[in-house]
């Protein structure tokens, strides 16, 4: 990541101010309140409020807690491990709405034995909310494990739950 230029934008949210960070390839980052920089070992990005990836981000996160967007077109930069993009990829895959067991990642991934390392890539995730890791659950159907933390997860698993299709007529 230290060869690439980032810029961020911070964006009010009902889950908080977020900070969305990008490179001039996509989105790299959503960045919780109070959060830092620890846990997607990023380098400190320049302000740049009005760099087109961070405009459609913004815009697309407000359609989204506005109950108008189910699926996410911003491009995306993911940097991890194979086995995390592998991961996160696997995440853009869970319908909306939808729940998914870490259990039932691992097998989808192809190894029932991978819980642990897919929760490990969890926790990795830098793009909380448009990669959903929230939509991933405690075997018994528990809010766990969640960068954003659980108020906030139960929030993004509510929102999707109330999405009504906007009427035609």
């Not at 991978?114 to 793009?127: C, D, S, T, Y």
């Not at 528990?142 to 929102?159: R, T």
């Amino acid at each position: 990541m230290d060869d690439k230029r980032l810029v961020y934008k911070d964006v009010s949210s009902p889950v908080g101010l977020i900070r969305v960070i990008a490179s001039d390839v996509g989105l790299v980052a959503i960045i919780w309140e109070g959060e830092g920089y620890k846990r997607t070992q990023l380098s400190i990005p320049e302000r740049k409020n009005q760099h087109p990836i961070l405009l459609q981000t913004e815009k697309e996160l407000k359609e989204y807690f506005e109950n108008s967007r189910k699926v996410f077109d911003v491009p995306l930069d993911l940097e991890g491990t194979e086995f995390q993009v592998k991961v996160w990829k696997a995440l853009l895959k869970i319908p909306y709405g939808m729940t998914k067991t870490y259990g039932e990642m691992a097998k989808i991934l192809g190894d029932t034995k991978a819980v642990r390392a897919v929760g490990g890539a969890l926790n990795k995730n830098p793009i909380s909310i448009i990669v959903p890791c929230h939509r991933v659950v405690g075997v018994s159907g528990k809010l766990v494990g969640f960068a954003g933390g659980l108020e906030n997860k139960s929030i993004l698993l509510d929102l999707e739950k109330s999405f009504r299709m906007p009427s035609l007529f």
